[in-house]
């Protein structure tokens, strides 16, 4: 891709791009305009939905399987059905907070292409009948939020989306689209840390139950929480069909994924790829292997809050079920890919200090137990650890694991517990003063 220019764009077959991009090049990606956009089949989905029933939408993204990019993987169906029925006043909410390590395909989908994001959002908004949407974007991404801004005004110029009775066109779709900027922190993400910002509080997750914001959600109305990613699908499901985006991926994980490969590999960088793809080739074959002719030892396929993988485990499908059978999850896409040069002990200590920096601080649960690991991880790789200490880390993650308000403590516990777990020798070595990284 040449600096400064949009890379081929197929609006028909790929979310992302009909190129990888590297890492470097990121910045230098210009939007796709509305013009073009439209030129190379953009909107027509928004027609086609326009003419469809809301449940009939809904039921095409059922038979479509398409599972939330967010991190968890919910069924992006299951979620609008439990919207939909609701009477009065639902919101919708595009979740592009986008701030956890080693993450960063939002951004992109953002910047290469907003009026897919639009689309998306305008679509899944008629479907599960809300009248409001906003876009949450992080505030961190000022370019990216500049050209959405820019995005959104053209296409309600357009007349793709409004309210006529506030004067101007007839539009395809009787919505409101706003943009909410994050904070920019990881727990702001958090679908009901998401719902605080927007109603102008801190962003502190509400607790589960009773706040389902498919219940209880925006301004204590039905709300719908959907990923950036996720949405930018749905254009691609109406006007391709369900069979179509099925035919793509495995049977329980239809369609692509953006997966940013970061860490030790030649080529860092994001690939969008049939879900289903071997989580070895994308390192080895797409991202080039390791830098400086190195062995690879480990990899997060799934971003820091899930379980890490040494290299002997990743000939495995990135798919939900397939990596949960391997003990580990698809989370965000973010394989982390590391090096027989790198310590596993402060790589713990690096996650555990950003938990323990990221956590809200408002349960107990959290903010003790991030510190706490924070804490004895520091002690050990100072060389001032026992083998009780070594012992601690295990007991502790364990003990702290699905508690708190929301993911964030138990995502923190797991991360570190696998890097224990499948290093231990690095830790005991730690004991007896010795680092054993290459
Ligand atoms: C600490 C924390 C941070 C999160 N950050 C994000 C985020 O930045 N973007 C996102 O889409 N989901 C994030 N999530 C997941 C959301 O809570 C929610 O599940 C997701 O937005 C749902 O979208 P999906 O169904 O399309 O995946 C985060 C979850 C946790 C626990």
Not at 21 to 29: A, C, D, I, R, Y
Not at 93 to 100: I, K, L, Q, R, T
Request: include cysteine.
């Amino acid at each position: 891709m040449m600096p400064g220019c949009c890379p081929e764009i197929s609006v028909v077959t790929r979310v992302l791009t009909d190129r990888d991009v590297p890492l470097n090049q990121l910045e230098k990606v210009v939007p796709l305009g509305l013009a073009d956009y439209v030129g190379r089949g953009g909107y027509r989905a928004l027609e086609i939905a326009s003419n469809t029933p809301p449940a009939d939408i809904i039921k095409q993204i059922e038979r479509s399987g398409l599972r939330g990019r967010g991190g968890a993987g919910f069924l992006t169906a299951k979620k609008w059905t439990m919207v939909y029925p609701s009477k009065g006043k639902k919101y919708l909410c595009c979740n592009a907070a986008e701030d956890e390590p080693g993450t960063f395909k939002d951004r992109y989908l953002l910047r290469v292409n907003p009026h897919q994001i639009i689309e998306g959002v305008i679509i899944a908004a008629y479907a599960i009948g809300a009248s409001e949407a906003y876009l949450y974007i992080n505030g961190n991404y000022k370019e990216e939020v500049a050209f959405m801004e820019q995005a959104l005004q053209a296409s309600k110029e357009a007349g793709f989306w409004g309210v006529p009775s506030h004067g101007g066109k007839p539009t395809a779709m009787q919505v409101v689209l706003k943009i909410c900027k994050s904070p920019g922190t990881y727990v702001a993400g958090e679908e009901t840390a998401l719902l605080e910002v927007i109603e102008g509080r801190v962003a502190a997750p509400r607790q589960k139950p009773p706040y389902y914001p498919a219940r209880r959600g925006l301004f204590g109305m039905p709300t719908a929480v959907n990923n950036v990613e996720t949405l930018a699908n749905v254009p691609h499901i109406l006007r391709e069909g369900d069979a179509w985006f099925r035919g793509i991926g495995t049977e329980s994980a239809t369609g692509t994924m953006i997966f940013t490969v970061t860490g030790d590999v030649c080529r860092p960088g994001l690939y969008e790829r049939p879900l289903g793809t071997s989580l070895h080739d994308l390192i080895y074959i797409d991202a080039g292997g390791a830098t400086d002719r190195r062995r690879l030892k480990a990899v997060f396929p799934g971003g820091p809050s899930n379980t890490l993988l040494p290299v002997d485990q990743i000939n495995v499908p990135l798919a939900f079920d397939a990596l949960q059978a391997a003990g580990s999850a698809l989370g965000t896409g973010a394989v982390i890919v590391m090096d027989d040069t790198v310590c596993m002990v402060r790589i713990a200590i690096q996650y555990a200090r950003f938990f323990n920096r990221e956590s809200c601080g408002q349960c107990p649960p959290c903010v003790l137990g991030t510190a706490r690991l924070a804490e004895i991880m520091e002690k050990i790789e100072a060389g001032e650890g026992t083998e009780k200490d070594v012992l601690l880390v295990g007991e502790l993650c364990t003990m702290v694991k699905g508690r708190g308000y929301c993911y964030l403590l138990t995502g923190a516990a797991i991360a570190v517990e696998s890097i224990f777990r499948h290093f231990r020798a690095e830790y005991d070595a730690h004991i007896v003063g010795k680092c054993r990284a290459a």
